[in-house]
């Protein structure tokens, strides 16, 4: 059995080239959750979806307010990718 990977916001903030104070930002928006909120530990979701975040802030000028548009639509799209591979199996 593979354990979830859970890295300490530290180690995010190298990996991403995030702040500690815009990753802070990003939770307290909402935008991502971490795996341990109350240890600052983040799974590979986590960060992919920091540095999707990252991505559309710095180079592709989305604004604040549609960060959380853009990420509902992945979830939302997500969601119906997981529900086809079960129905598929």
Same mark, same amino acid.
């Given at each position: 059995?593979?354990?979830?990977?859970?890295?300490?916001?530290?180690?995010?903030?190298?990996?991403?080239?995030?702040?500690?104070?815009?990753?802070?930002?990003?939770?307290?928006?909402?935008?991502?959750?971490?795996?341990? !909120?109350?240890?600052?530990?983040? +799974? %590979?979701?986590?960060?992919?979806?920091?540095? =999707? *975040?990252?991505? @559309?802030? !710095?180079?592709?000028?989305?604004? +604040? %307010?549609?960060?959380?548009?853009?990420?509902? =639509? *992945?979830?939302? @799209?997500?969601?119906?990718?997981?529900?086809?591979?079960?129905?598929?199996?």
């Amino acid at each position: 059995m593979n354990l979830p990977l859970r890295k300490k916001l530290e180690e995010v903030c190298r990996e991403c080239g995030v702040p500690e104070d815009i990753i802070a930002q990003f939770m307290q928006q909402e935008w991502i959750h971490p795996i341990d !909120n109350e240890h600052a530990m983040f +799974d %590979e979701e986590d960060i992919a979806r920091i540095d =999707l *975040i990252t991505e @559309l802030r !710095n180079n592709l000028g989305v604004n +604040d %307010e549609a960060v959380p548009v853009i990420l509902h =639509l *992945i979830d939302q @799209l997500n969601f119906i990718h997981r529900k086809l591979r079960d129905f598929e199996s």
